[in-house]
T-cell receptor, first 114, second 112 residues
Framework: KAGVTQTPRYLIKTRGQQVTLSCSPI?????VSWYQQTPGQGLQFLFE???????NKGNFPGRFSGRQFSNSRSEMNVSTLELGDSALYLC?????????????FGSGTQLSVL | GENVEQHPSTLSVQEGDSAVIKCTYS??????FPWYKQELGKGPQLIID?????GEKKDQRIAVTLNKTAKHFSLHITETQPEDSAVYFC???????????FGAGTRLFVKA
């Protein structure tokens, strides 16, 4: 069974631009969570989707948005990029958002904002 | 807010020695405790997990213990090998990504 796939692997953007990242979960998984990983802040929760609905959102500005499609694939978008948005963006999938559900991570998208 | 404290932040051991990483959580409703290993250029990989109704779980060279009363859980790696070198994250969860809180990570170096 294929794992979680994130594209692209690397992105270089300049301040003010916008970016869209993609995540394909493990087949059969309906829940997708997004995290921002930086050396100083660790893994910070961005949002969680289940059956095309955003279930939860972390403490990030409105420039960060996402969506989930009927096939469970998810995208996140960051508009008006800032230098501080440089990070590894990780997607994790699980069967559902129920208790004890294992999270499986993709390899991430490394975003550099210049 | 809820948090997970993880210690140490860096750990260096000789090949063959044991390594222990400790975590403390604050949310008493947490009932699932996974551990992840992250190698350079890769996403975190689940290596072992434990549920709140179990005190200890072992998988080959890796074991995890949980003390619910103290809100404390630990990862034990025995007979360490150079390929164990990575960053390890603990987490405490009430379910799903939103309710999963990660520790800050421990960078483990295993010297050959």
């Amino acid at each position: 069974k294929a794992g979680v796939t994130q594209t692209p692997r690397y992105l270089i953007k300049t301040r003010g631009q916008q970016v869209t990242l993609s995540c394909s979960p493990i087949s059969g998984h309906r829940s997708v969570s997004w995290y921002q990983q930086t050396p100083g802040q660790g893994l910070q929760f961005l949002f969680e989707y289940f059956s095309e609905t955003q279930r939860n959102k972390g403490n990030f500005p409105g420039r960060f948005s996402g969506r989930q499609f009927s096939n469970s694939r998810s995208e996140m978008n960051v508009s008006t990029l800032e230098l501080g948005d440089s990070a590894l963006y990780l997607c994790a999938s699980s069967l559902s958002s129920a208790t004890n559900e294992k999270l499986f991570f993709g390899s991430g998208t490394q975003l550099s904002v210049l | 807010g809820e948090n997970v404290e993880q210690h140490p932040s860096t750990l260096s051991v000789q090949e063959g020695d044991s390594a222990v990483i400790k975590c403390t959580y604050s949310d008493s409703a947490s009932n699932y405790f996974p551990w992840y290993k992250q190698e350079l250029g890769k996403g975190p990989q689940l290596i072992i997990d434990i549920r709140s109704n179990v005190g200890e779980k072992k998988d080959q060279r890796i074991a995890v213990t949980l003390n619910k009363t103290a809100k404390h859980f630990s990862l034990h790696i025995t007979e360490t090998q150079p390929e164990d070198s990575a960053v390890y994250f603990c987490a405490a969860s009430r379910g799903g990504g939103f309710k999963t809180i990660f520790g800050a990570g421990t960078r483990l170096f295993v010297k050959a």
